[in-house]
């Protein structure tokens, strides 16, 4: 079976060869020391938003080196958003959003070209430009067909606190303004729209619709708010996205229990990353098993940046047993690759999810 | 007076912005004392909420406009109250090095005022030296630190020892996703409180 094959067999709820092996992402220097296990001609350490064009270049194709020695089963391709530099720590991107960036990880919106209910109405609009999907197309033209290309795009909610600037003023509003919320989600959900048809008409084959909606705790809203103020949205998106012969999953860290039916409900075809610390994958598997893809677990608060190589390998195997049987189980980490991970850890991940990820799967309790 | 008290509260819960404001000037006018409208309706009402988000029953939007609702009756209530019962004290809060997550730390700001202390919100990324500083600026009666990333939690001890060699009685708190007890007690931090609600019980506890 291809990479491809094998992820798409998972999306479908069956057994490939092997349990497919993937992650939603990596940041730069996460690529970057990676990429030192199998290449010398790497881009510097910077945040990609500062590189030029030809370290761009670089650290695209070293994520594709590190997938091809690897041999993942699908990649992630993020929308590159062109911004412009407005100091030292923040850009500012097509749709007038202040983003701070950061060593340790991707860029928050602190500030946003909506600040009242009002702005709403003269708001201009970012539509998704053919270079925005730069990445998608080098992906598509460096690997091929051979693995599942995913493209990752912020949900309703996260596209609308980022034009807030704000999830706190998000979720203001979300009791004093209800009009207001929904004409914003519509705003966003529009704009993502025009994202799918994009990504389906340069090569995508599933997108990941990020944009967490939960903390340790529980949700970020409460569940009738998810029902009034999401769940809509992402019906609209998922329809628009099978319209268009692709599969998409909702992202989420933290304890998303309260709204997993909704997950459901609203036609998304899989969930990750399934947060250790939040929620028992055994138990989303019972639940849910039947009719969502599961991806991820694979802790990244604790395990791949502190942990041994061979209390990786425990994990994966006992995460396997747990969660791979029947198929419909894609493993990544909880989160990402990020800097702190050890990139030892990462590569005995993938390791191990090749010694005991083989269908059908025999893991012993 | 017990009706108009209950109103505030209940105004405060709602997250009625524009009716709290109302109403405290309309209890202050009626001649009630300001430090009865602050710790007898304004406390317990943010009390009731941040228990019920505690317990999962609210969440965040309506802890946030409760706490707006709050915010803005303290507008009206402040100017009446004397000087030395403004607060109940004065507690600088950041999120350590690298770390840009900023909505937990916002919400334990939020809560910190609505138990009735001021608070200096220093920001996200904010370099062990500048918490230092702002230390030495403000001589807060605590100072909390959020992390929510396991790399930048180690940032915690380091602050910490920073601050203390200004100050070796400094009173610190500390929070965020992976903090736990155990890690706040191995950094030397007086206190740990999982949420905001419980940030703002364990400050008035610190302060005795
Ligand atoms: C929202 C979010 C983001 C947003 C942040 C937006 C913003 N402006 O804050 C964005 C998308 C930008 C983001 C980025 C990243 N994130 Co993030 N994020 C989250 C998420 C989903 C929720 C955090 C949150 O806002 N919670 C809501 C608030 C209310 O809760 P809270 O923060 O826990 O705070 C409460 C308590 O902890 C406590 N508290 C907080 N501070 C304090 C302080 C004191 C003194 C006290 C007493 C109490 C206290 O009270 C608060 C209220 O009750 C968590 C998942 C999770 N389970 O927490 C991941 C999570 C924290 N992120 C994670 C990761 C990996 C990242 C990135 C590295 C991703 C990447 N690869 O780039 C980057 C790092 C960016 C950086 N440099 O900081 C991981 C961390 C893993 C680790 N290493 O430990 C988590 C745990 C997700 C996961 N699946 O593992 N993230």
Redesign the pocket.
């Known amino acids: 079976m291809t990479g491809k094959e094998r992820m798409l067999t998972a999306f479908d709820r069956r057994e490939p060869d092997r349990v497919p092996v993937w992650e939603m ?1 990596f ?1 730069e220097e996460s690529i970057i020391k990676l990429g030192k296990f199998y290449t010398d001609d790497l881009p510097p350490m910077k945040f990609a938003q500062q590189m030029t064009m030809e370290e761009k270049v670089k650290l695209l194709n070293t994520l594709f080196t590190v997938a091809r020695e690897l041999e993942l089963d699908g990649i992630t391709s993020i929308g590159l958003l062109g911004t412009e530099p407005v100091d030292d720590e923040h850009v500012k991107d097509g749709w007038g959003r202040i983003l701070r960036v ?7 919106a602190v500030g946003g070209p909506i600040s009242d209910p009002s702005d709403l109405r003269g708001l201009k609009a970012y539509h998704p430009q053919p270079t925005d999907f730069l990445m998608l197309m080098a992906s598509v033209g460096n690997l091929g067909d051979g693995v599942a290309q995913v493209l990752v795009q912020p949900g309703p909610f996260r596209e609308s606190w980022s034009l807030l600037g ?2 706190e003023k998000l979720l203001y509003h979300y009791v004093k303004n209800p009009g207001f919320v929904k004409d914003l989600a519509q705003v966003a959900t529009d704009y993502i729209l025009e994202v799918v048809d994009m990504a389906a008409d340069n090569g995508a084959d599933i997108i990941a619709l990020d944009g ?1 909606l ?4 529980t949700t ?1 809203m409460s569940p009738a708010q998810y029902e009034e103020y999401v769940f809509p949205y992402h019906q609209q998106i998922t329809a628009h996205a099978h319209r268009r012969g692709l599969l998409i999953f909702k992202h ?3 304890n998303m229990w309260p709204i997993m039916d909704g997950i459901v409900d609203a036609g998304f075809d899989g969930f990750h ?1 399934v ?1 250790p ?2 929620m028992d994958i055994g138990e989303v598997k019972r639940k849910y098993g039947d009719r969502l893809c599961i991806l991820g677990n694979i802790d ?2 604790y395990l791949l ?1 502190f942990g041994s190589e061979e209390e990786v390998e425990e994990s994966v195997r006992e995460t396997i047993r747990v969660a791979a049987p029947g198929g419909g189980y894609v493993i990544s980490s ?3 690759i ?3 991970c050890k990139p030892e850890n990462y590569i005995a991940m993938v390791r191990a999810a090749r010694k005991y990820g083989v269908y059908p799967i025999d893991v012993e309790g | 007076m017990r009706e108009i008290l209950e109103a505030i509260g209940k105004a405060i819960v709602e997250g009625e912005e524009e009716e709290t404001r109302r109403l405290v000037e309309e209890a202050l006018q009626g001649g009630v004392d300001p430090r009865k409208i602050l710790e007898d309706a304004m406390m317990p009402a943010m009390e009731d909420i941040g228990e019920r988000f505690s317990r999962g029953e609210a969440f ?1 939007p309506e802890l946030i406009v409760a706490a707006e609702a709050m915010q803005r009756g303290m507008e009206a209530l402040k100017p009446r109250l004397a000087e030395g019962e403004r607060g109940r004290g004065l507690v600088v ?1 950041g999120t350590v090095q ?8 916002n ?2 700001r939020m809560c910190l005022e609505g138990a009735g202390f001021e608070v200096v919100d220093i920001g996200e990324d904010v370099k062990t030296e500048r918490f230092v500083e702002a230390y030495r600026e403000h001589r807060p009666d605590i100072l ?3 992390a ?5 939690m180690q940032r915690i001890p380091e602050v910490i020892e920073a601050v203390r060699a200004e100050d070796s009685g400094a009173l610190i ?7 736990t007890q155990e890690f706040a007690d191995r950094s030397g931090a007086d ?7 419980e ?1 703002a019980r ?1 400050a008035k506890e610190l302060l005795g």
């Open positions: 992402a940041n950061s060593e340790e990880g991707e860029a928050t704000s999830m967490d939960a903390f340790n705790q970020l989420s860290d933290g990353p947060q610390q939040c990244c608060t940046p909880s989160n990402s990020h800097p702190g | 965040i809060l690298g770390d840009i997550h900023s909505i937990g730390k919400l334990v909390g630190l959020s929510l990333l396991s790399s930048t708190m500390v929070g965020g996703a992976p903090v206190g740990y409180a999982p949420n905001a609600f940030a364990k």
